[in-house]
């Protein structure tokens, strides 16, 4: 387990730092090893899991190193399913491979075991600007602005979504409505 968010472990610390450091293939080796001496080691399959996505130019759902990713991440939290990590990961990455509803699914789970998780919140709050569900969005923005205001650089698209909500006029000025 995990000691003040660092993992004790000089061989799990290696291979996050070759991870960190650019060097996913040699991480992935290390963690690969790492989890057959100790297949309970959550943190090693979360690891794993992105640096599998972190060695694909493009990643793609049907991706063997995508297949795999995702089945980390699921062996993750079976192992823990108090976890919200395993599930926020997956959002990330079915995010990123363009599978938008499944990635809202995994984040909703994150949220459901640690509901304090702005990142989680305003990822939700990106995808459904991308799906142009404009009130949704602004709500989750809000949600996430006021767990971690320092998120705020990060929420340029806020105004648009906005004004395409109707909730501004021409000039950019917010417009009251009526509770």
């Not at 450091?21 to 297949?39: F, H, M, Q, S």
């Not at 793609?60 to 976890?83: G, I, R």
């Amino acid at each position: 387990m995990p000691f003040f968010g660092r993992p004790r472990d000089p061989e799990y610390r290696e291979a996050a730092r070759l991870l960190n450091e650019g060097r996913a293939e040699e991480a992935i080796t290390k963690l690969r090893l790492i989890i057959e001496k100790t297949p309970e080691h959550i943190n090693a399959y979360i690891t794993l899991a992105v640096a599998l996505m972190e060695v694909q130019e493009k990643p793609m759902k049907d991706t063997p190193q995508t297949v795999e990713a995702l089945a980390l991440l699921d062996t993750a939290a079976n192992l823990d399913p108090k976890s919200p990590i395993p599930y926020f990961n997956m959002g990330v990455m079915l995010r990123t491979i363009g599978l938008l509803e499944e990635a809202l699914v995994s984040f909703e789970k994150a949220l459901e075991r640690e509901k304090r998780q702005p990142l989680a919140i305003a990822n939700m709050a990106e995808i459904n600007y991308e799906l142009e569900r404009w009130e949704e969005a602004i709500r989750l923005a809000k949600l996430a602005l006021i767990r971690d205001p320092g998120l705020e650089s990060a929420m340029g698209w806020v105004r648009v979504a906005m004004r395409k909500a109707g909730m501004l006029d021409h000039d950019g000025n917010v417009i009251e409505r009526p509770d």
